[in-house]
């Protein structure tokens, strides 16, 4: 990988636009497995828990399935965008062809890039999907599409991020399992997708105030129905300070080439 100072990705000569090609490339051509089995994954938990949880109100005037719709779609778009980088990485090392794409006059921030602008990509398209097929039971309400676009970006940015990270740091598939299922998973279930944290006793709900996804999810959800757990300002703000915090250490990892150089 290329040191130095980070070059712009669109300059003439840059490999950016042929690994954005190739990272989009893959999962488009396994996409009933990358987005057909995620959008019936978000299906099936609408089926159960819209059917457990009928005629439940949340915030006093939503109906639960109103509610539980943009918290799956979101729910999608961060998991499919972690899946991307994570499991591109992490095949490309255990093949052994990652050293084509080090061998490649690509800067770190080229490399970084590709990765995220494919994952975000992903992400939106499996979140589209979900909620394309969810509006057969009930279209929520659109109010602001500016904070939907916005919390969707920043959080499949973010989980593109921690993908990338992951890939990085595990060397096979067992540890990557580990992160995804032990981190992931639980910091995504318990992050207000299925429930409003004012439904918790307060010491959870502390708790879930120390949870990055749970500010995701309240903040794009905020973007149908105008109404939140907390302002969407205030998630933004936590948002956006996240994700340059994870952007810095994929970056600084890409520089340094920890795990893939050696």
């Not at 979140?127 to 097929?133: A, P, R, T, Y």
Request: aromatic share 16%; with cysteine; net charge positive.
């Amino acid at each position: 990988m290329k040191h130095g100072l980070s070059r712009p990705p669109l300059e003439y000569g840059s490999g950016f636009p042929t690994l954005l090609r190739k990272e989009v490339l893959r999962f488009y051509k396994v996409g009933f497995q990358t987005v057909a089995a995620p959008v019936l994954t978000a299906v099936l938990y609408l089926m159960i828990f819209g059917h457990v949880l009928e005629g439940r109100e949340v915030y006093g005037r939503l109906s639960y399935t109103a509610f539980l719709i943009p918290g799956l779609v979101m729910m999608s778009v961060l998991q499919n965008a972690f899946a991307n980088t994570s499991s591109s990485l992490i095949q490309s090392k255990v093949t052994g062809n990652l050293v084509f794409v080090l061998l490649a006059p690509l800067s770190h921030f080229e490399f970084y890039a590709a990765y995220i602008l494919a994952a975000v990509f992903r992400g939106v398209v499996v979140g589209f999907g979900v909620l394309l097929i969810t509006s057969w039971y009930g279209l929520p309400a659109i109010d602001y599409p500016l904070w939907i676009l916005t919390f969707a970006f920043f959080g499949a940015a973010i989980l593109g991020s921690l993908g990338l990270i992951a890939g990085i740091w595990a060397d096979k598939y067992d540890q990557l399992a580990a992160f995804q299922n032990f981190v992931i998973m639980p910091a995504t279930m318990l992050s207000g997708v299925f429930y409003s944290i004012h439904s918790l006793p307060p010491a959870w709900q502390v708790v879930s105030h120390f949870n990055p996804f749970f500010y995701m999810i309240d903040g794009f959800r905020y973007g149908f129905f105008g109404v939140s757990d907390i302002s969407p300002w205030n998630s933004l703000a936590i948002v956006v300070c996240f994700f340059i915090v994870v952007s810095v250490i994929a970056l600084r990892l890409l520089q340094k080439g920890y795990k893939l150089r050696h």
